[in-house]
C-alpha cells in the first residue's frame, strides 16, 4: 500500500508565499516523475510542475518564474515554494508520483487547498 499525504496548504494573501510538501509511503521500490496539479472551482485539474529523477523540471506558464519543485529522494519528499502568490493560484493542490512496487502506477495524494486572498 503507497500512500502519498501533502500538508503545507493555508490562506495566504497576495504576493506572499508558501511550501508544501509530499511525502511518500509504503512498500516503494522507486519513485520516478512527481509532480504537483491544482484544480479550481469549476475547472479541469491542470499541471502545475513536475520533476524527474534527474531533476529535470517541468512548468505550467503561468507559474514559471515564481513556483519552485523540488525532490529529496532519500525522504521520497517533493516540494513545491510558491512565491509572489496571486488569487488565481486559489485551488485545491494534488501530489502526484509515479512509483514501482510490484508494479509502476500513478499515484495521487489527497489534495491541500492553497487560497490566496486578502
Known amino acids: 500500500q503507497v500512500q502519498l499525504v501533502e500538508s503545507g496548504g493555508g490562506l495566504v494573501q497576495p504576493g506572499g508565499s508558501l511550501r508544501l510538501s509530499c511525502a511518500a509511503s509504503?512498500?516503494?521500490?522507486?519513485?520516478?516523475?512527481m509532480g504537483w496539479y491544482r484544480q479550481a472551482p469549476g475547472n479541469q485539474r491542470e499541471l502545475v510542475a513536475t520533476?524527474?529523477?534527474?531533476?529535470?523540471?517541468n512548468y505550467a506558464d503561468s507559474v514559471k518564474g515564481r513556483f519552485t519543485i523540488s525532490r529529496d529522494n532519500a525522504k521520497n519528499t517533493v516540494y513545491l515554494q510558491m512565491n509572489s502568490l496571486k488569487p488565481e493560484d486559489t485551488a485545491v493542490y494534488y501530489c502526484n508520483a509515479e512509483i514501482s512496487t510490484i508494479v509502476r502506477t500513478m499515484y495521487w495524494g489527497q489534495g491541500t487547498q492553497v487560497t490566496v486572498s486578502s
Open positions: 509504503g512498500s516503494i521500490f522507486s519513485i520516478f516523475r
Open positions: 520533476i524527474t529523477t534527474g531533476n529535470m523540471t
